[in-house]
């Protein structure tokens, strides 16, 4: 059996965290310390060997014992009926993915899945440079007329009138006042439109994973996401914030915008990815 853990337990998972890498993941830390949303799944409740880690629906993460039968056995009917549910209800999903958190579950993971028709990438890690964001921030191009660039406090919030930025701030906080409190975000708005954002999606100490979205394709190619996201950095430089970025090979765009950024390749981990079946 896998079990989910009362978010009042989440602690008991941290002795899970094994490797450098693991210790160090902004993700794992920012849900088992209660600080964004996330569920945990477990094969005992009262003393913990292995444990899955959801992002809301949108990541899984699993640490502890990859060898450990009982965990491992019950994870295909897991995956197939409680993890498929949960994730539909949550958030719509339709589909599991995975990031393999070292090699021994990539080995498990692979066992797993090996009757399954899954795909497989690579998440990329990237570091904050700021030297090389000063530099580059001089080559961007103004942001076009009509466009405002503001930060993303309660007022802004509350005028969005579409709700989109409460939308979103909401799948990975459990609160807006977390996100007031603890988060950071900035967004471009045209009229009352709510068009582009960047925001803290993941927090743990001061290291912040950003999240960004451009709404509504009339918006795109304009310049937008770079620079809302030079506005979320530059915060992060006055306040002492350190911002890390992570996205999918297979995403150019993203990779091109975090280098337009001045991030830097620093690591990569192999991803699992499966549409579940109706």
Request: some cysteine; glycine content about 4%; overall charge negative.
């Amino acid at each position: 059996m896998i079990y989910q853990l009362d978010k009042r337990d989440y602690y008991k998972i941290k002795k899970l965290l094994q490797t450098p890498d693991q210790k160090n993941d902004l993700t794992l830390n920012s849900i088992i310390n209660g600080m964004n949303r996330g569920t945990l799944y477990v094969d005992n409740p009262q003393a913990p060997k292995t444990a899955l880690i959801d992002v809301t629906g949108i990541i899984s993460l699993f640490i502890g014992d990859a060898t450990n039968q009982k965990f491992i056995e019950a994870l295909p009917d897991f995956l197939n009926h409680q993890l498929k549910t949960d994730t539909y209800e949550s958030c719509g999903g339709t589909c599991f993915l995975t990031v393999a958190t070292d090699e021994a579950w990539e080995q498990t993971l692979e066992k797993v899945l090996a009757d399954r028709v899954y795909e497989t990438d690579e998440e990329l890690y990237y570091r904050f440079n700021p030297e090389s964001f000063t530099s580059l921030k001089e080559t961007y191009n103004p942001l076009p007329d009509h466009y405002h660039v503001r930060k993303m406090d309660r007022e802004v919030i509350e005028k969005d009138s579409d709700g989109i930025l409460s939308e979103v701030l909401e799948e990975v906080w459990y609160s807006l006042e977390d996100f007031y409190t603890h988060g950071l975000g900035y967004c471009v708005t045209k009229g009352n439109e709510v068009v582009s954002a960047c925001f803290s999606c993941c927090v743990f100490e001061n290291r912040h994973e950003i999240s960004v979205e451009t709404y509504d394709e009339q918006h795109m190619n304009k310049g937008l996401a770079t620079l809302v996201c030079s506005a979320y950095l530059e915060h992060c430089m006055k306040e002492g914030l350190t911002p890390l970025w992570s996205t999918l090979k297979t995403n150019p765009e993203s990779k091109h915008l975090a280098e337009k950024l001045g991030f830097e390749f620093e690591s990569k981990r192999k991803t699992f990815e499966f549409e579940w079946s109706s």
